[in-house]
T-cell receptor
Framework: SQQGEEDPQALSIQEGENATMNCSYK?????LQWYRQNSGRGLVHLIL?????REKHSGRLRVTLDTSKKSSSLLITASRAADTASYFC???????????FGGGTRVLVKP | EAGVAQSPRYKIIEKRQSVAFWCNPI?????LYWYQQILGQGPKLLIQ????????DSQLPKDRFSAERLKGVDSTLKIQPAKLEDSAVYLC?????????????FGPGTRLLVL
């Protein structure tokens, strides 16, 4: 089974609304990363949060990490049609180790 | 700076044929990764190189898949012979170094369809 599991699997919202997706994992991690994948394009790195961090911001993105619950959330505020994509969390178990991706959350932002 | 380059972008082959994919990482990036992404799933790491040495190939189906990174720069991934279940997008990524929590930068991928 995968290390990271995203919830929900799919999300549909109106432009301007906030979108929240969650990621749960099973074992202790070194860091957790969020990636975005648009249709027909490669993965783009969004945010990396280390195991000793609890919250990070980048523009309209906010990521939280709760290591006691082994979970992370990604919040996109004031969503835009261009935010329509699949969002993946990926965990790194140890520095330099491989990333293990979850199955992704497919987000549709309707104009 | 130029991103990770991959070719071809699309490939259609019949089962039991061979296919090869090429990746050129970002200049100066020591670590190179090949991932397989099946439709509707997240990417799965196939092999990780540090310069021209293999760091992790535990999920590479070695009976049919092979990869090399000569001179520690470009890399090729080969499938021989291909099976129907190999239909997927093959993503190449690179990072500056291993062991420093580096961001991975992904190429556009090669979409493989095995008929």
């Amino acid at each position: 089974s995968q290390q990271g599991e995203e919830d929900p699997q799919a999300l549909s919202i109106q432009e301007g609304e906030n979108a929240t997706m969650n990621c749960s994992y099973k074992t202790s991690i070194n860091n957790l990363q969020w990636y975005r994948q648009n249709s027909g394009r490669g993965l783009v790195h969004l945010i990396l949060i280390r195991s000793n961090e609890r919250e990070k911001h980048s523009g309209r993105l906010r990521v939280t990490l709760d290591t006691s619950k082994k979970s992370s959330s990604l919040l996109i505020t004031a969503s835009r049609a261009a935010d329509t994509a699949s969002y993946f969390c990926a965990t790194e178990l140890a520095a330099g180790n491989k990333l293990t991706f979850g199955g992704g959350t497919r987000v549709l932002v309707k104009p | 700076e130029a991103g990770v380059a991959q070719s071809p972008r699309y490939k259609i082959i019949e089962k039991r044929q061979s296919v090869a994919f090429w990746c050129n990482p970002i200049s100066g990036h020591a670590t190179l990764y090949w991932y397989q992404q099946i439709l509707g799933q997240g990417p799965k790491l196939l092999i990780q190189f540090q310069n021209n040495g293999v760091v992790d190939d535990s999920q590479l189906p070695k009976d049919r898949f092979s990869a090399e990174r000569l001179k520690g720069v470009d890399s090729t991934l080969k499938i021989q012979p291909a099976k129907l279940e190999d239909s997927a997008v093959y993503l190449c990524a690179s990072s500056l170094d291993r062991g420093r929590q580096e961001t991975q930068y992904f190429g556009p991928g090669t979409r493989l369809l095995v008929l």
